[in-house]
T-cell receptor, first 116, second 109 residues
Framework: GAVVSQHPSRVICKSGTSVKIECRSLDFQATTMFWYRQFPKQSLMLMATSNEGSKATYEQGVEKDKFLINHASLTLSTLTVTSAHPEDSSFYIC????????????FGEGSRLTVL | RKEVEQDPGPFNVPEGATVAFNCTYSNSASQSFFWYRQDCRKEPKLLMSVYSSGNEDGRFTAQLNRASQYISLLIRDSKLSDSATYLCVVKRGAQKLVFGQGTRLTINP
C-alpha cells in the first residue's frame, strides 16, 4: 500500500482561486518532503524542498509567494497554489524521505490541477 | 544542456524482445543513480538503483560508467506490463533527485 498519500488526486478550479494540496507520510515521520511539477511529456521538475518546522527551500525560478509550502508536522506538508492561472495546470507530485539522508524516497500519487 | 539526458524514444518493441535505454548525466559529483518507472498519469516508482559494478534484478540489468557519466537499463524478455515511461534519475547532494525526461516504451503483443 501507499506510504505517501496525496490529496486531492484531481482538482479543477477557476482562474484566480487558490488550491491546497496535501501530502502525508503514512507510518513514518518525514522531516523532509519534496514537491515536484510535471508538465505533459516532460520530466519531473523539483519545485521546493519542504523542511518540518522551517521555511521551504525553493528552486530557482519557482515563486515562493505563489507556491506556498507549509510543513507543520512530521507527517504533513501542504502546497498552496495561490491565484492560480491556466499555466499552473500541471501534475503536482510530492515525495517524502524515509530514514534520513540515504533513505528511500517515496512518492505520493500526484495531484492533477486544471485551472480554467 | 540538461543535467540528465535520455533517449527520447518512443520505443515500440514486440513482446519478448530485448530493449536497452541509455542515459547521460553532466554533473560528475552525482552520487547515486536510479531507474524509475512511471505509468501514465501516475507517480514514479523506483525500479532499481544502479551500482558501479552493475546490477541485475530479474529481467532488468542496470549499468553505470562513471568515467563516461553514462547509465543504461536493459530489459530482457519484455512483457506487455513493461509498457511505461522509464526515468533515469541522478541524486545530487544529500537528497535532491534530478529526473531525466523519460523514455516511453510500448510493448506490442
Amino acid at each position: 500500500g501507499a506510504v505517501v498519500s496525496q490529496h486531492p488526486s484531481r482538482v479543477i478550479c477557476k482562474s484566480g482561486t487558490s488550491v491546497k494540496i496535501e501530502c502525508r507520510s503514512l507510518d513514518f515521520q518525514a522531516t523532509t518532503m519534496f514537491w515536484y511539477r510535471q508538465f505533459p511529456k516532460q520530466s519531473l521538475m523539483l519545485m521546493a524542498t519542504s523542511n518540518e518546522g522551517s521555511k521551504a527551500t525553493y528552486e530557482q525560478g519557482v515563486e515562493k509567494d505563489k507556491f506556498l509550502i507549509n510543513h507543520a508536522s512530521l507527517t504533513l506538508s501542504t502546497l498552496t497554489v495561490t491565484s492560480a492561472h491556466p499555466e499552473d495546470s500541471s501534475f503536482y507530485i510530492c515525495s517524502a524521505l524515509m530514514g534520513g539522508g540515504n533513505g528511500e524516497l517515496f512518492f505520493g500519487e500526484g495531484s492533477r490541477l486544471t485551472v480554467l | 544542456r540538461k543535467e540528465v539526458e535520455q533517449d527520447p524514444g518512443p520505443f515500440n518493441v514486440p513482446e519478448g524482445a530485448t530493449v536497452a535505454f541509455n542515459c547521460t548525466y553532466s554533473n560528475s559529483a552525482s552520487q547515486s543513480f536510479f531507474w524509475y518507472r512511471q505509468d501514465c498519469r501516475k507517480e514514479p516508482k523506483l525500479l532499481m538503483s544502479v551500482y558501479s559494478s552493475g546490477n541485475e534484478d530479474g529481467r532488468f540489468t542496470a549499468q553505470l560508467n562513471r568515467a563516461s557519466q553514462y547509465i543504461s537499463l536493459l530489459i530482457r524478455d519484455s512483457k506487455l506490463s513493461d509498457s511505461a515511461t522509464y526515468l533515469c534519475v541522478v541524486k545530487r547532494g544529500a537528497q535532491k533527485l534530478v529526473f531525466g525526461q523519460g523514455t516511453r516504451l510500448t510493448i506490442n503483443p
